[in-house]
């Protein structure tokens, strides 16, 4: 396990690597994506530990091999894991330092949208033709059951809250504060008592 300051720089350097990564097929690039959710979140009146969760919730996807640029991965003893679910893998990385409520926002953000296109008709009508293929891939809308077992996590409402958070981080300009400012929450939140 990681002391807390070395996790807090692993963690940043992963958000500075997503500079360099575009955000799926979205004009921003991860770190902006993360930078702006988080920014929602705080606007919001989020508390502390659901605006780490939004800025981290992508994690998962800043700790594999991006295409070209592999090669800027990791460095020293760090090896990048094999692709999986990034909300599963973000969560994996992080599990020893967070809450269990930014751990269960993490992972189950697509979840939250498989939810969302259940529970609300009208987003399952806005979702983009690329955002329709993803849902498939994630399992598609929820059956009954697994509407009834999300509702009843206590963090449900905040995973959908971050969900809606991820879904208007995405727009090129907007304003987002300093991973600096992100960062001291950040810090705040990581806990080496698990
Ligand atoms: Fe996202």
Same mark, same amino acid.
């Given at each position: 396990?990681?002391?807390?300051? /070395? &996790? $807090?720089?692993?963690?940043?350097?992963?958000? =500075?690597?997503?500079?360099?990564?575009?955000?799926?097929?979205?004009?921003?690039? %991860?770190?902006?994506?993360?930078?702006?959710?988080?920014?929602?979140?705080?606007?919001?009146?989020? +508390?502390? /530990?659901?605006?780490?969760?939004?800025?981290?919730?992508?994690?998962?996807? *800043?700790?594999?091999?991006?295409?070209?640029?592999?090669?800027?991965?990791?460095?020293?003893?760090? $090896?990048?894991?094999?692709?999986?679910?990034?909300?599963? *893998?973000?969560?994996? !990385?992080?599990? =020893?330092?967070?809450?269990?409520?930014?751990?269960?926002?993490?992972?189950?953000?697509? %979840?939250?949208?498989?939810? *969302?296109?259940?529970? /609300?008709?009208?987003?399952?009508?806005? *979702?983009?033709?690329?955002?329709?293929? $993803?849902?498939?891939? !994630?399992?598609?809308? &929820?059956?009954?059951? =697994?509407?009834?077992?999300? %509702?009843?996590?206590?963090?449900?409402?905040?995973?959908?809250?971050?969900?809606?958070?991820?879904?208007?981080?995405?727009?090129?300009?907007? %304003?987002?504060?300093?991973?600096?400012?992100? &960062?001291?929450?950040?810090?705040?939140?990581?806990? $080496? +008592?698990?």
């Amino acid at each position: 396990m990681k002391g807390a300051s /070395e &996790m $807090t720089e692993f963690i940043r350097e992963r958000l =500075e690597d997503g500079k360099h990564r575009q955000y799926g097929q979205e004009p921003v690039s %991860e770190l902006v994506h993360a930078l702006q959710c988080a920014t929602l979140a705080e606007d919001e009146g989020a +508390d502390d /530990e659901l605006v780490v969760a939004a800025l981290l919730h992508d994690f998962g996807r *800043l700790v594999v091999e991006d295409g070209d640029l592999s090669d800027s991965v990791g460095g020293g003893s760090w $090896t990048p894991p094999k692709h999986g679910d990034h909300g599963e *893998l973000g969560a994996e !990385q992080l599990h =020893e330092y967070f809450s269990d409520r930014i751990l269960f926002c993490i992972r189950n953000h697509a %979840e939250a949208k498989r939810y *969302l296109c259940t529970a /609300e008709p009208e987003y399952f009508a806005r *979702l983009s033709k690329g955002s329709v293929v $993803t849902l498939e891939k !994630q399992g598609g809308k &929820m059956d009954e059951e =697994e509407r009834a077992t999300f %509702e009843s996590s206590p963090y449900c409402a905040d995973v959908v809250r971050l969900r809606r958070w991820d879904d208007r981080g995405k727009v090129p300009g907007a %304003e987002a504060k300093s991973l600096d400012h992100w &960062m001291a929450k950040v810090e705040q939140q990581i806990r $080496t +008592d698990r």
